[in-house]
């Protein structure tokens, strides 16, 4: 026999248990629940009692099977039951006089007769009860606990109620089941509250929030709701409810509570312990310890009778999916006219009567502040104004205790949202000059889109109080990122940016520097200045922001998380990110589910977000019914855990008090959360638009709605925290402020972009010749020292177990580097590595990069044997070099691409680099690519010098697997097709500094190693595009040699033909251009067909800029060669329709001398096709000269990017190379 351990109560009767004997309980009689996470048979349980006069349950170890997995874990929490006739006395029912312990009862029976108080309360109260002739199993009554009870404890004494005033434990009184039952329901009400409670939170300042438009303009006054709920407290079912409720419960007969898919087996291969359940539990990194810390924490007292309660309690935890509840609640009409409480206390049966009940209050709850016990009327009113006044909070499908216990903790105790008269005046000032921006901006420019914030101007004191907070808490910059509506008066009254320099912007006046501009409302900015209320300095960024809503998001958290990481600042307390919604974008786009989903990634997290919600309840002109399937705008963030606020946007105080929690909450917790701020747009979706011919109804209400400002200025006034001269005062004063600036303004002629520039390089550009570009050759020694140390594995480290496989390839690459020869991925490599040796922080992110997709890279290896042993060699060359960051994305190109380009633009210093698995998959991130990194630099004067990889090439893999769309990346390049620059020494890096961005698909890994180091070497940023080889990575000839990378070498735009073509120029029948992989397939073929000396090819690794300069060289090289371009794409994709225009450009004026036709040149069509054969020299007086012009060689058009059948693919190819070949 083995003690079982931990604290037993014995509680109730299942099976025929007799103090000190042996009882046998059947598998099925056992409450599931103790066992849960557990693989326990038991079927001996003995009931004893212990010299603590408490009952001590032991069982048989042969009785005990565990599963393997289950072997080491204490059984913490039985709750064993008693059954047994009482053989003599009144109490004759009662079990006591049993078994071995029968003498030691008797003898304290007997003392008790003759003195209570000379045993121990419980006994004493079981005497008593028995005596008085309780029901066999009732006359128990719980010892007090010797420890001090822990979360979720309830002593069985605390069940037992007292009437008001009155101590609730009374010894003596029976517990039957009505006390359990009621405490039951007090503490499902308690729950339910704060699962639900914000399905009836008064959050939506018009007041349309519970019923159809047509029906409810008004909603319950508050003494009306509670005469309601009491009403209901003392009515049995309503029925609507019931039904539902059943619903739950069948839904969660499964499920033993919100968190109990936690400890559920869900794992095959069992290797998920150290996930986030554990995480978020808090415990240990075992499965089997944290399910049973869980269960112990939360369920220590409960048994069988409490079962049913509880999973009706999740039911409604649930419930949120069922019972949709918008705050306009126009998107649910069924639940028009059922008020929400009705769905909160339908289950529970209470009478009037029991309203001056006194309850224990569970640890779960805060409501009580010092008080442990309450009566039930003040819970249900502490829990009415948590949780259903101005403010609505969803939290508890957090999977933290933890944390969702810190959040009652902020919000339950009564009075939590009061402020003191020096913080409503605060709040008075800041809501005077949000809506005396706007008023202004009204006045001054009355037909001008603005986007005006009138409904929401609570929005500029939220921010700053968000600020405020986090500032005090440790924070020193901001990066924010945030739509249209109220951008403009963020600027002015968050940023504090120079209201003359905002006013310039309705002047229309013209831009002294480079650029294309935005729209004033897209405009991002950068200040630095001193946070008054905290005296500390702050840093506030504004990101730029195209119209594409939300797509800034990614970008604001990868320049975040790279603030972060060049600060040192690993938790996110010094840099944060605000980011800024409008309720219908936010519901709506997919970009922010993509960028929640990286808010906990080790390589993307930014240590928490707060997500400010401007809900004005409508999107331009469409409803919410209409725009949405999800009960709230802000459903999304559930996926990671985030906490919500709803909040009544014209209950100032309390959009306050959310503020401080969701800022602390972040410094706490480093997690996101929500705010989101129901209110309402005053105008039309801009200022010239007419909202009545869709929302009149909505409007009737708005324009009866008084401005939130008037409502809190009255309130502070009828409070005498102001007094309406003050208030006036504070108005005018702010007004004089943008009269001023507005007189400012006027004497501007011109604008500066760069004065909204969000992201500045101080130090940068300072100093450098803009166009002095060092060579990107390196020294030998240095890419022997790379190469050796990416072909080796961890040095000391014997142990360290490599897969068979990868040993071979760090075989090979050695047998390379000896050899003086490099691939594409060791290319690469040695491109990071030299990088990094120079001090450059190079960060290389996407799907699948830490191996690569076609299996190549390997930048990190790991061990056989440990999980998470792993290395990089390339964070491991050198002592002083700079960080290196690899790491597989989450599989999202809108949110990740948008994220690296965040990344890139705060630091010009680092090689960031983001790679599409295949180059297809690019367009799923086309928005970013547009928006932000064709046209960045031109709208935004933010340069970034970002890397995108699109393994691109026709293999015979498919229409999906082939294409980057070379061809839309060259459409979007801006240098001009008609206009050949004048040639100079310094052209190459002249029109790298003129173009929007590099497009190159190089053929050599040379090519490779040197483009990506010119990213660096240039004296300023831009983008490049890259397309990258797929089975070159291991083509035989795909190789280059040192002598190409070393020192003094660099990046050739063109490769020239090199072979015996190049040696007799003049006898070469076609020169043929082409660019990336088709070059191996060309070679070959002419090789195989004995064209070396008649066919040159020459190769563009660089297409744009279009190299004008090396191609005219190359071209007058051959003047006898038909010009071709040669292209594996179809005709209307790859490059043919970017270079074709820019060779004729090239060609103008230059002349062919061609044979005239003796009928043995080849076709007429030929001929017409400009494929007429070189004369012979001897023939010369036969010439004619020709305009020079180039023909097209590859695929014919197509809709698909790429066949999907294998034989099309070879006929194809077969095709083009014939074509090639022709002469
Ligand atoms: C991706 C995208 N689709 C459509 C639009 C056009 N558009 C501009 S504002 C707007 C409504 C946005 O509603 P909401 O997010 O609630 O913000 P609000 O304007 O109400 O503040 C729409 C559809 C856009 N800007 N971006």
Redesign the pocket.
Known sequence: MSSVKGLLEVRQVCGNAHIGESCTVRKDEVPPLYFLGRHTAVSKLCVELDKQKRIKITMAEDSISYSEASKNIPLLTVVATISASRPKSSAAAEPFLNGSSSAYVETMYNSWLSDPNSVHASWDAFFRNATNGAQPGTAYTAPPNLAPYSRNEVPLTSLVPSPAGMPSIAAGSPVNEKIIDDHLAVQAIIRSYQARGHLAADVDPLGITTADLPELGTRATRSERIMRKYFKFGTTHIQSGRDENDRFCKLNDKHIDSRGHLVAQLDPLGITSGNTAVRAAGEGQVRGFVSEAVFRQNFRFVHDPLRFPLVKLTGEIRGHHIAKLDPLEIANAHLAGKNQREVIHNSYRFDEADMDRVFKLPSTTFIGEKDKALPLREILNRLEQAYCNNIGIEFMFINSLEQCNWIRQRMEPPGVTKMNPDEKRLILARLTRAAGFENFLAKKWSSEKR?GLEG?EILIPAMKQVIDVSTRLGVESIIMGM????RLNVLANVCRKPLHQLFTQFAGLEAEDDGSGDVKYHLGTYIERLNRVTNKNIRLAVCANP?????VDPVVQGKTRAEQFYRGDNEGKKVMSILL??????A??GVVFETMHLSDLPAYTTHGTIHIV???Q???T?DPRH?RSSAY?TDVARVVNAPIFHVNGDNPEAVMHVCNVAAEWRATFHKDVVIDIVSY?RNG?NEVDEPMFTQPLMYRKIRNTKPVLEKYADQLIAEGVVTAAEVKDVKDKYEKICEDAYTQAKQETHIKYKDWLDSPWSGFFEGKDPLKMPPSGVVEETLVHIGKRFSSPPPNAAEFEIHKGLLRILKTRMEMVENRTVDWALAEAMAFGSLLKEGIHVRLSGEDVERGTFSHRHHVLHHQKVDKATYCPLAHLYPDQAPYTVCNSSLSEYGVLGFEVGYSVTNPNALVLWEAQFGDFNNVAQ?IIDQFISSGQAKWVRQSGIVLLQPHGMEGMGPEHSSARLERFLQMSADDPDYMPPESTDYEVRQLHDCNWIVANCSSPASYFHILRRQIMLPFRKPLILMTPKSLLRHPECKSSFDEMKEGTTFRRLIPEEGPASKNPSGVRKLAFCSGRVYYDLLKERRERNLESDIAIARLEQISPFPFDQIKAEVAKYPNAQLVWSQEEHKNMGSWSYIEPRFRTLLQNQRQIRAKSHGSGGSWLSQLLGRAPAPPADRAADTVEVPRTISYNGRPTAASPATGSKAAHNKELKNLLEEFCVL
Do not use: K, M, V
């Open positions: 986007f929401c739509p249209h509506r109220g119209s594409h809503l939300e797509a919604h409008g309720d219908a974008a936010f709506g786009q401007a809900n004005n409508i999107g331009f469409t725009s705008c747009r979706h928005c």
